[in-house]
């Protein structure tokens, strides 16, 4: 019997299939203390009052009517610059299949309906992300490229 495999746009119901692949994302990036609850409910509610904003674009892969695999856009604004002359750009995240479900291509296939979305709705001139070493293949395959100015962060709490 072949799976039923549905890609589409999140709703508020899928609140806890993105807290869930968001903290697979986050432990698969070795980020520490991702079982603590405090962040997981603040992504929860994040996700229910922002995932239908139209700055907001989170796909995700049902297979048997189970969320197993996403892909998140949030439009920004910044001061115009020469590579993006309309200072509107796409960060891309949360990008992210269950590792049971993994090997199939569900998170490709959520990425590559993201990114049809940042290119026809957004208006955005481009598109950032930060890859793990097992999904740059995927990015790479798509168009994205190492940047010149690497992300440098200074944690403020």
């Given at each position: 019997m072949t799976?039923?495999?549905?890609?589409?746009?999140?709703?508020?119901?899928?609140?806890?299939?993105?807290?869930?692949?968001?903290?697979?994302?986050f432990a698969a990036m070795g980020v520490p203390d991702v079982d603590q609850l405090g962040w997981q409910r603040e992504a929860g509610a994040w996700f229910e009052a922002r995932c239908t904003a139209p700055e907001v674009e989170v796909v995700v892969v049902d297979v048997d009517g189970t969320v197993v695999a996403c892909a998140m856009g949030e439009v920004v604004e910044r001061a115009p610059s020469p590579s993006v002359p309309s200072g509107r750009s796409v960060i891309v995240s949360n990008v992210c299949t269950l590792p049971e479900h993994r090997g199939h291509g569900y998170a490709s296939r959520a990425l590559e309906e993201l990114m049809s979305w940042v290119r026809a709705e957004s208006g955005a001139g481009a598109a950032s992300l930060f890859a793990t070493a097992q999904g740059r293949g995927m990015?790479?395959?798509?168009?994205?490229?190492?940047?010149?100015?690497?992300?440098?962060?200074?944690r403020l709490t």
């Open positions: 799976a039923q495999v549905n890609v589409r746009t999140a709703t508020p119901g899928d609140r806890e299939a993105f807290v869930r692949l968001r903290t697979v994302m990015y790479e395959r798509l168009g994205f490229r190492e940047h010149a100015y690497p992300e440098m962060r200074l």
